[in-house]
C-alpha cells in the first residue's frame, strides 16, 4: 500500500531551462538523417506476442532526435543540478546512476502510449517486477506553441499541460504510469531522462506525520 499523497511526489517546476539554451538544444532538429521512432520498454501481452510492433509504430509517430557529445555532456550536468537542486529536497534520496538524455519530438498525431518507466507485470507470477534501473523520471519541454500533446497520470486523474521551460519530476514506478496524449497541431519537442537513486524511493521519502490525538 502506497503510504505517500502520489499528487505531493510529483515535481513540476517552471522555468527550468533558460530561453538560450532551449534554442540551442533545437538546432538539434536540423539534423534530419538521425531521426529514429521511440519505443517503450513495458509492453504489452500483444507486443510480447509479437502481434502489434509494426501498428504501435505507425500509432505512436514519436520520433528521436541524435544528440552531440557535447550536448549531452551539458545536459548530463543540468540533469545533475536539477537532482540535487529539486529531487533530493523533495525524496531525500542519493544519486546511484543516471541515464542520458533523450530528444523526443511529436508532430501532428505523435503521441506516447500509457507506461510506467521502471517496472513491468509479470504474468507468470502475478508480481510487479523491475525492469530498467531507475526511480526518478524527468521531463522537460522546449515549447508550448501546439495542440494536444497533455500529459496524463492517468491512474491518478491529473493531465497536465506543458509549458516551455518546464520540468516535471516523478518516481518512475507503476504508481506513476502516464501517457501523452496525441498532437493535434504543430510539434511537440521534450527531453527525457531518469536517474536511479541507492534506495527505492518509499524508503525514504519523509513520510507524512500522523496528527496526534
Not at 513495458?42 to 509479437?50: A, L, P, Q, S, V
Not at 541524435?66 to 533530493?88: D, R
Not at 519541454?141 to 486523474?157: I, K, P
Request: aromatic share 12%; charged share 25%; hydrophobic share 35%.
Amino acid at each position: 500500500m502506497l503510504l505517500h499523497n502520489p499528487y505531493d511526489l510529483i515535481i513540476i517546476k517552471e522555468n527550468v531551462i533558460p530561453q538560450e539554451n532551449i534554442e540551442e538544444i533545437m538546432l538539434l532538429t536540423n539534423n534530419t538523417k538521425d531521426i529514429a521512432q521511440a519505443t517503450i520498454i513495458n509492453r504489452t501481452k500483444e507486443e510480447e506476442d509479437g502481434d502489434s510492433n509494426e501498428t504501435n509504430l505507425e500509432t505512436r509517430n514519436t520520433l528521436w532526435y541524435n544528440i552531440t557529445e557535447e550536448m549531452a555532456k551539458n545536459l548530463e550536468q543540468a540533469v545533475a543540478a536539477c537532482f540535487v537542486n529539486h529531487v533530493v529536497p523533495k525524496y531525500n534520496c542519493q544519486f546511484k546512476s543516471y541515464e542520458p538524455v533523450q530528444f523526443l519530438g511529436y508532430p501532428v498525431g505523435g503521441h506516447y502510449k500509457g507506461h510506467n518507466d521502471g517496472e513491468s507485470f509479470n504474468l507468470k507470477t502475478g508480481q510487479w517486477e523491475r525492469l530498467m534501473d531507475r526511480d526518478v523520471s524527468f521531463l522537460f519541454y522546449l515549447n508550448d506553441q501546439y495542440g494536444g500533446g497533455e500529459l496524463e497520470f492517468y491512474d491518478l486523474g491529473l493531465t497536465i499541460k506543458p509549458k516551455k521551460g518546464m520540468m516535471i519530476a516523478f518516481p518512475s514506478y507503476k504508481e506513476f504510469a502516464h501517457k501523452v496524449h496525441p498532437v493535434t497541431w504543430g510539434h511537440r519537442y521534450s527531453l527525457v531522462s531518469w536517474v536511479a537513486t541507492q534506495k527505492n524511493l518509499y524508503e525514504t521519502i519523509p513520510r507524512p506525520r500522523i496528527p496526534e490525538s
